[in-house]
């Protein structure tokens, strides 16, 4: 399958299948470093990975593998994660992480019933218990998704503690919205192991993004954000922004109407994130390997 493009904002491509090249002898000494970090981490306790490279990087090159050391907590075969829709209509999924909060969930839920769009909403379990007030009653037509309950970075914290994060926000969703969550997405998109456990042990599907608001780059030019996201865009995108955060989130937020009123133009419609994944059809199935002979290599 050809690679995707991530965007115009990013210039990166994503492919349905990445090939795994064989390791330098570079990438074997840093991953022996990397192994040795490791036990020293298991030194210290398991229950949390160091965050010896920054909150923006995952840690130890990645997290604990999914199942390594608990091959009993894996209850299916696979885990979905989905970037974007394999799909061929115009039609896109905007989602919100990080809310609700009183300073921009209003705002934003606001100009999607101006707009009649309905959108995704990945809350934080802590936040919808203190804001209930502001979003119940009007996320009708629109999906919530778990965004953990305190937005800790996932990929650090060992199973039965991401477990928890989940099933907390889990329990508050259904209590505020009358539904039960069945997305996930982690907090900075980050994903570790024990994520995809919980994941699959609590039936989620996991959802990041294949294209995003970046109002740091565009905060002395909003208009370029608007035109960023409605140039770039492509069939079954799934577009992240928040609803919390620094004043610099009214870079995109201020232009929401007009990204809505610039892809109706094109030709766009909006969708829920199960909406869009329902609308899309099945992936195929990968082809069978061919028969080898014995003596083949």
Known sequence: MAPRSRGADTGETMAAHVRIPRPSRRTLLRGGLLALAGAAAGAVGASEVPRWCGWDRPPLGGGYAAAADTPAAARHADVTVRYYAETREKVVALTFDDGPGPRWTPMVLDTLAAAGVPATFFMVGRRLREHAALVRGRLDGHEVGNHSWSHDDLATLDLPRVTAELSRAHDVIGEVTGRAPTLMRPPFGHLGGSTLLAADSMGYDIVLWNRQMRERAYAADPGAQVRAIVDGARPGDIVLA?????????????????MIAGLRDRGYRFATVSQLLAAAPDRPSAPAPSARSPHSS
């Open 242 to 258: 928040h609803d919390v955060g620094a004043d610099r989130r009214l870079v995109a937020l201020r232009g929401l109407g007009a």
